[in-house]
């Protein structure tokens, strides 16, 4: 009856493979105990506990050598979500750009998107990296090479930014009236003027959901929607001009002193090319996915937005893409999931994220390889689960609603 009942025969196959699983699993587990064991090992994760002794160039929360293996673990997690987060950013902006501009009617500028798409999908991404940092280190120039009356390079974006051999060096923020720090343990401390913004922006979001639900309720039911877009404007951001008044923000530009830029921010090469890198490399298969989905859509959908009079800048961007985004973001999902995991590839270039940190340097100090890549496994495991969840719900609230 288990097997012949249709009743019950899927839960019978269903028993069957979980049991098959679970013995398979405790197999591997049990004889990588043994031969642990037989080699006088353990598994165990105090090693994290010990003392790392090695620095991270590039860190967001304060660390120096005589700090934890976790400590190093953290750092280079957050090295890894901040690299990840800025090429998810930067990829999509560059790649809806270009899905656009290849369907665009200009034949030249329509091919020359053509072939950057096609000349950065088919090259490995590692080739990639290497390239864009051997331009960084062997064509830019030593940071001297900006000093004196006439100087050799120029600075660049409103001599905000300087192109160096070494670093990369950005403007920094700074604050008339410093509102002070909040500390929040472990050495890490946060602004209260971030705070402020943070709580600003989280309040105007609110606010803009609940003017949009008022005006749909109004519209329902008398059919009128009330203008709304100046008020949402106001709520997104004059608070935030207010708070930008008050405390005083403004852009501290790096400036040459001796040897060295100060002022700003001196951002390690390797992150600018590996951001670079990741950013042109999926920029070039998100091109793919939006231009996929672009011709996805009708062109009767075209055709009656002209007919109602709408040009094809506002009707790329009020018809065509809010529909082209039911078939864009399932396979954008991947894309940002693969950029993820490709950053693992900054050890190419020395860019000490979670590679780095635990796969890296801890895991050889301390001989624990099997912990760390088990530890290493599951926490890109939880990145990209928490992506895919993100992600997903995002889907659900763009895709069509059944009544």
């Not at 994290?48 to 700090?67: E, H, K, M, N």
């Not at 280190?137 to 905000?160: C, E, H, K």
């Not at 343990?185 to 943070?198: E, Q």
């Not at 672009?294 to 007919?307: D, H, I, N, R, Y």
Request: with cysteine.
């Amino acid at each position: 009856m288990l097997v012949y009942d249709r009743r019950y025969r899927s839960m019978t196959f269903q028993v069957i493979v979980f049991i098959l699983v679970m013995a398979l699993g405790w197999w591997l587990v049990n004889n990588t105990i043994r031969n642990l064991a037989a080699l006088g090992k353990d598994f165990n994760f105090g090693f994290l506990f010990q003392r790392a002794g090695y620095d991270i160039p590039q860190r967001l929360i304060p660390y120096s050598s005589d700090d934890t293996h976790l400590r190093a673990t953290i750092v280079g997690l957050l090295n890894t979500i901040l690299i990840s987060f800025m090429g998810c950013v930067a990829a999509t902006i560059l790649g809806v750009a270009i899905g656009i501009a290849r369907l665009s009617h200009n034949w030249l500028f329509a091919r020359l998107m053509a072939i950057y798409v096609e000349v950065f999908r088919n090259i490995p991404l590692l080739l990639w990296i290497l390239i864009i940092y051997a331009i960084f280190t062997d064509v830019l120039p030593p940071p001297n090479a900006y000093r004196g009356d006439d100087p050799q390079w120029s600075m660049i974006f409103f001599d905000q930014v300087a192109l160096t051999n070494r670093y990369t060096a950005v403007p920094a923020f700074g604050m008339s009236n410093d509102p002070g720090t909040i500390d929040l343990g472990a050495r890490i401390t946060v602004n209260l003027a971030l705070i402020a913004f943070l709580v600003v922006i989280i309040g105007g979001w609110i606010a803009r959901r609940a003017i949009l639900a008022r005006a749909q309720a109004i519209q329902d039911r008398t059919g009128h929607r009330p203008v709304t877009w100046w008020i949402n404007l106001a709520v997104m951001t004059v608070p935030s001009v207010l708070l930008i008044w008050y405390f005083g923000l403004h852009l501290l530009a790096p400036e040459l002193k001796g040897f060295n830029f100060s002022g700003g921010n001196n951002l390690n090469n390797a992150l600018v090319v590996l951001w670079l890198a990741l950013t042109l490399y999926t920029g070039a298969f998100i091109a793919e996915i939006v231009r996929g989905g672009v011709l996805a859509v009708s062109k009767g959908q075209t055709e009656a937005a002209f007919a109602l009079g709408l040009r094809p800048k506002a009707t790329m961007n009020l018809v065509i893409l809010p529909q082209a985004l039911r078939v864009i973001i399932p396979p954008l999902i991947s894309q940002y999931l693969n950029l993820t995991k490709n950053s693992s590839l900054a050890i190419a270039v020395g860019y000490m994220d979670l590679r780095g940190t635990l796969g890296g340097t801890t895991q050889n100090q301390t001989g624990r390889e099997l912990e760390s890549i088990v530890l290493m496994m599951l926490i890109y495991l939880v990145l990209s689960l928490i992506i895919s969840a993100g992600m997903n719900a995002f889907n659900r609230s763009v895709r069509l609603k059944e009544r």
